[in-house]
């Protein structure tokens, strides 16, 4: 258990966090405007920790900041909770019934709330000072309700496993390492255990060149598949994605690709048109980890398409053969990013730094470039945008276990 130590320099007021004779941390509270006494300090925290004893992390740190606001200064530390703010409001103000009671979209609103930190007099004042009703007994009927101490009861394990997840959100690593080359054990030890993604530059480095000229050569009458009405079939378009697949001349995709540009039109792997053009995956070569006969799976489009945030439920390769490609990445422990998740499709977008969901939320840009591989482990948040003609290969089926066939971020 380690000591709090309240301490005094110049005007700087700091606590050390001691355990013995080491040194644990040594934070600084706050500010004051003329020297006071260590003594002085000591003796204010001391009469104030009490009062926060046992009420999270962080608690002397609390006692110390409020401390520095007593002795008239400036603290460093929030000593408040974090204000938990109001859930949406439904569109009809509230109203009371005869028989005194809320509408049922008002006693959602109410029990959110409740479930959220507020108290059913914090709630009632609230509803009082939008709408100057005596909302009092019925907040309290609902917050002291049976179906409410139910729901806390699961809330509370909910707030408890949002704890393991910044627990272990704390000790994620920061960069997606760069390789130029790497080992399947090392892919193991550092990336797939660890469930971290990694770039490795120069991965086709022995494949045979593709270019879209070469391609056009060997394979413009084939016929393939492509998804066509991506963005005139409007947000969301993923919903109706089997409806959107067409038959497309090889080489008339070639020409769009080259010269087009857009989301409309992109061949993806649902499309498989790898199966459509003869002895072309025999060419793809072996990347780290993948069993030996991965499945393989081709993106094909010209500058501009979007592959909006989602997460695949196995480990992936993604690797760059034409063009250039942008990625945003998201760590599924960023719980923020569930309020926006239907499934495993995500309306956040990280290429809009006006998009309010975020902005808290820690995201790698990768570019890729001919030659690229991204390992992309399963849950992990990618959003997908081309910056130039662009033909890609996925690639899964690992040596090891990765089915997540269960895990769907959001609701579906
Ligand atoms: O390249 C793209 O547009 C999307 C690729 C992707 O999402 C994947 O391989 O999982």
């Known amino acids: 258990m380690p000591e709090w130590i309240p301490r005094v320099e110049g005007i700087d007021l700091l606590v050390e966090e001691r355990d013995g004779d080491r040194l644990i941390a040594r934070h600084a509270v706050g500010t004051v405007p003329a020297p006071v006494s260590v003594e002085r300090f000591a003796q204010l925290v001391a009469l104030l920790a009490p009062d926060h004893e046992g009420t999270g992390e962080g608690w002397m740190l609390r006692a110390a900041a409020e401390a520095v606001v007593g002795l008239g200064g400036t603290a460093h530390t929030e000593p408040t909770a974090v204000d938990p703010g109001w859930p949406t409001a439904p569109p009809a103000p509230a109203t009371l019934s005869a028989s005194g009671r809320l509408d049922p979209a008002w006693v959602e609103w109410v029990v959110e709330a409740h479930l959220h930190g507020r108290s059913a007099q914090d709630i009632s004042s609230h509803l009082r000072d939008r709408f100057d009703l005596p909302?009092?007994?019925?907040?309290?009927?609902?917050?002291?309700?049976?179906?409410?101490?139910?729901?806390?009861?699961?809330?509370?394990?909910?707030?408890?496993?949002?704890?393991?997840?910044?627990?272990?959100?704390?000790?994620?690593s920061g960069a997606i390492p760069v390789y130029e080359a790497l080992h399947a054990d090392t892919l193991y030890e550092r990336h797939w255990v660890a469930h971290r993604p990694c770039l490795?530059?120069?991965?086709?480095?022995?494949?045979?060149?593709?270019?879209?000229?070469?391609?056009?050569?060997?394979?413009?009458?084939?016929?393939?598949?492509?998804?066509?009405?991506?963005?005139s079939t409007g947000p969301e378009w993923w919903r109706r994605r089997s409806q959107l697949d067409a038959p497309?001349?090889?080489?008339?995709?070639?020409?769009l690709v080259a010269n087009?540009?857009?989301?409309?039109?992109?061949?993806?792997?649902?499309?498989?048109?790898?199966?459509?053009?003869?002895?072309?995956?025999?060419?793809?070569?072996?990347l780290p980890g993948l069993r030996d006969a991965p499945v393989r799976e081709i993106w094909l489009g010209p500058r501009g398409t979007v592959t909006p945030l989602h997460h695949d439920q196995t480990c992936g390769w993604l690797v760059q053969r034409i063009g250039v490609k942008r990625l945003w990445l998201a760590s599924p422990l960023e719980t923020a990013l569930l309020d926006t998740a239907t499934g495993l499709h995500n309306r956040a977008d990280p290429s809009d730094p006006g998009d309010p969901t975020t902005r808290t939320v820690r995201w790698h840009e990768v570019v890729l470039r001919p030659?690229?591989?991204?390992?992309?482990?399963?849950?992990?948040?990618?959003?997908?945008?081309?910056?130039?003609?662009?033909?890609?290969?996925?690639?899964?089926?690992?040596?090891?276990?990765?089915?997540?066939?269960?895990?769907?971020?959001?609701?579906?």
């Open 260 to 286: 087009g540009a857009g989301d409309e039109t992109y061949a993806v792997a649902r499309n498989h048109v790898l199966a459509a053009l003869p002895g072309l995956e025999a060419e793809l070569g072996p």
């Open 135 to 172: 909302f009092h007994a019925e907040v309290a009927r609902i917050c002291d309700g049976p179906e409410v101490a139910a729901a806390k009861r699961v809330s509370e394990r909910a707030r408890s496993l949002d704890g393991i997840v910044r627990l272990r959100r704390q000790f994620e």
């Open 371 to 412: 030659g690229d591989a991204l390992f992309i482990p399963a849950g992990w948040w990618h959003q997908v945008v081309a910056e130039s003609p662009s033909l890609s290969v996925s690639m899964n089926g690992f040596q090891w276990d990765d089915d997540c066939t269960w895990y769907y971020a959001g609701p579906r």
């Open 248 to 255: 497309m001349a090889f080489g008339a995709l070639l020409d």
């Open 200 to 231: 490795l530059r120069h991965a086709t480095r022995d494949w045979p060149e593709w270019t879209l000229d070469a391609l056009r050569a060997r394979y413009a009458d084939r016929t393939v598949t492509v998804t066509s009405g991506r963005q």
